[in-house]
């Protein structure tokens, strides 16, 4: 018998929780309610078995059916979301720091963190001034492994190889959108871990020489700032 075409049994809890977590995502990643339809579509589930996941993720209130009969994310999602944030203190320690850049002439400045194996997430943004941008906003997700941001959450957190304190900010030009090019430097917890990346990213033909100087220097200085506001320690080359 083929277990993967069959529901799961009650005593495969590791199963159950990945497909639960798997249609908390899909609704996540939506800026409205869902359908039911739309849902199996983002899932591949059958109906029936979102419907029963659903009941145990309405229980908990991580999913709520609205009147309409569409599904949104519940209160304790929301209370698990500002948790994380309070617990990383991450928008009050980086967005004013993402707004600084801005202000200081930079292209729009964003704070990526790991989201899987696959893609980062943007968690934080701020669009610059000028009147073409690149067209990236909070909850989206962008691949792990292309672009400045991406590369270095992929260097820190996948491949485990911290860059010397002389190479921390990285340059993309065209890597995940043709168009598009990127400054990037990380930012660092109390464990010492990378915990995202704050980006400056815009129109390819903007960065010259001299911006990209510039806005590497910005945006060292952001993270480190970030870094020390999150309880972490900045690293410093010898010598």
Not at 111 to 117: G, K, M, R
Not at 182 to 205: N, Q, R, T, W, Y
Request: glycine share 8%.
């Amino acid at each position: 018998m083929n277990r993967s075409s069959q529901p799961e049994p009650s005593s495969d809890g590791v199963a159950a929780v990945e497909r639960a977590l798997s249609i908390v995502d899909a609704i996540a990643q939506r800026t409205e309610a869902i359908s039911l339809a739309d849902l199996s579509r983002a899932t591949g589930f059958y109906k029936s078995t979102l419907l029963r996941l659903i009941a145990s993720l309405e229980k908990s209130a991580l999913v709520v059916r609205r009147a309409d009969g569409r599904y949104a994310l519940g209160t304790y999602a929301h209370r698990l979301g500002r948790a994380y944030e309070a617990t990383y203190r991450l928008a009050e320690a980086v967005q004013p720091l993402l707004r600084q850049l801005v202000d200081q002439g930079t292209e729009s400045a964003s704070f990526h963190a790991y989201h899987d194996t696959q893609s980062r997430v943007c968690l934080l943004r701020v669009d610059s001034h000028h009147s073409t941008l690149d067209r990236i906003r909070v909850g989206d997700l962008l691949p792990l492994d292309k672009g400045a941001a991406g590369r270095l959450l992929t260097t820190y957190l996948v491949k485990h190889q911290p860059l010397p304190p002389s190479e921390l900010t990285l340059i993309s030009m065209g890597e995940r959108d043709p168009n598009c090019a990127a400054v990037a430097c990380p930012v660092f917890g109390p464990d010492g871990e990378m915990c995202g990346a704050i980006s400056l990213s815009g129109p390819k033909e903007r960065f010259t020489p001299a911006a990209i100087k510039k806005m590497s220097r910005l945006a060292s200085q952001a993270a480190a700032a970030a870094t020390q506001a999150l309880g972490g320690r900045w690293p410093v080359g010898k010598g």
